[in-house]
């Protein structure tokens, strides 16, 4: 009985654990001048990982006129293929799977003449595989120590009660 339910228990925290893994994702926010093309760089580690974010020209409703063409966003793979794309806007999100891992380059392209303040968010997440997560075979070591602490922490508070009542 109290190993099954040292199992469950066990496999909560693996889930709890995966969980705060997620959270510490990547996440980078930052603002970026763009007189022509400025370009932000991000790795990212696994392929198949979800990467988002959203970007938006800081002020663009004050100082652009009707007939400012926007900026263009670009998102390219370490092999050099175009990930994403959005033309003449003021801001916009994006979310894509990534093809590869590795080095992605994401290029704001400004045709006016006037330099844009961009801010810039994104977020690289992984959902780790079943095959990547610890197994119960893993544990079973720790699991077996764990026991044994159990035991002798049992074994000292009997000698304090023993102690206690002679007293």
Known sequence: MEQTQWKRSSKMWMVLACLMMSFFSSIE?????????????????????????????????????????????TVTSPA?????????????????KAPTHGMYKFCFHNPHSTPETVSFYIHVGHIPSEHDLAKDEHLDP?????????????SVTAEQKYLKARD
């Open 29 to 73: 926010s930052l603002s970026v001048t763009v007189n022509d093309v400025e370009c932000v760089y991000e790795y990212v580690l696994y392929e198949g990982d979800t990467v988002s974010g959203n970007f938006v020209v800081v002020d663009h409703d004050i100082f652009w006129g009707s007939d400012h063409p926007g900026i263009d966003f």
């Open 80 to 96: 050099g293929n175009t990930v994403h794309n959005i033309k003449g806007t003021s801001g916009d999100k994006f979310q894509f």
């Open 142 to 154: 720790i699991n077996v120590k764990i026991a044994e602490l159990r035991e002798a922490l049992e």
